[in-house]
C-alpha cells in the first residue's frame, strides 16, 4: 500500500486542522492506519490509530479528546480531525499502515509509511 498524507499548515493556537492520508492499492480494509508525528530532536509518536473495520480507535493522552482519527474504506482514506490545537502539537504528521491479518490490535507494527506534512501551531 502506498500512502499520501495531506492537510498540514499554519494555524493558531486553538484551531483546528484536518489531514486526510490516501491510499493506493488493493486491500485498503485490511490495513489497521495509523497518524504519528514527530517535532524536531523528538521521537516519532503515535497520535491516533483506528482498526481495520473503523470499530477500534487509539489516542494517547496527549491528544485525547482533541484528535479525531476516522477512515473511508470505501474511498480508501483516513483523516485526523484535529482541534483546539496547541503549539506542542506542531511537527511534521505522517500517515501508516499495518497489515491487519494476524496482529492483536492495538499492538501492531506499522510497516507502511507515507510521506509527512507539516502541522505549526503558532501562540
Known amino acids: 500500500v502506498q500512502l499520501q498524507a495531506s492537510g498540514g499548515g499554519l494555524v493558531q493556537a486553538g484551531g483546528s486542522l484536518r489531514l486526510s492520508c490516501a491510499a493506493s492499492?488493493?486491500?485498503?480494509?485490511?490495513?489497521?492506519m495509523a497518524w504519528f508525528r514527530q517535532a524536531p530532536g523528538k521521537e516519532r509518536e503515535i497520535v491516533a490509530g483506528?482498526?481495520?473495520?473503523?470499530?477500534?480507535?487509539y489516542y494517547p493522552d496527549s491528544v485525547k479528546g482533541r484528535f479525531s482519527i476516522s477512515r473511508d474504506n470505501a474511498k480508501n482514506t483516513v483523516s485526523l480531525q484535529m482541534n483546539s490545537l496547541k503549539p506542542e502539537d506542531t511537527a511534521v504528521y505522517f500517515c501508516?499502515?499495518?497489515?491487519?491479518?494476524?496482529?492483536?490490535?492495538?499492538?501492531?507494527?506499522?510497516?507502511?509509511w507515507g510521506q509527512g506534512t507539516q502541522v505549526t501551531v503558532s501562540s
Open positions: 483506528i482498526d481495520w473495520n473503523g470499530d477500534n480507535t
Open positions: 492499492g488493493r486491500r485498503f480494509s485490511y490495513y489497521h
Open positions: 501508516a499502515a499495518a497489515w491487519s491479518l494476524g496482529s492483536s490490535w492495538p499492538i501492531v507494527e506499522y510497516n507502511y
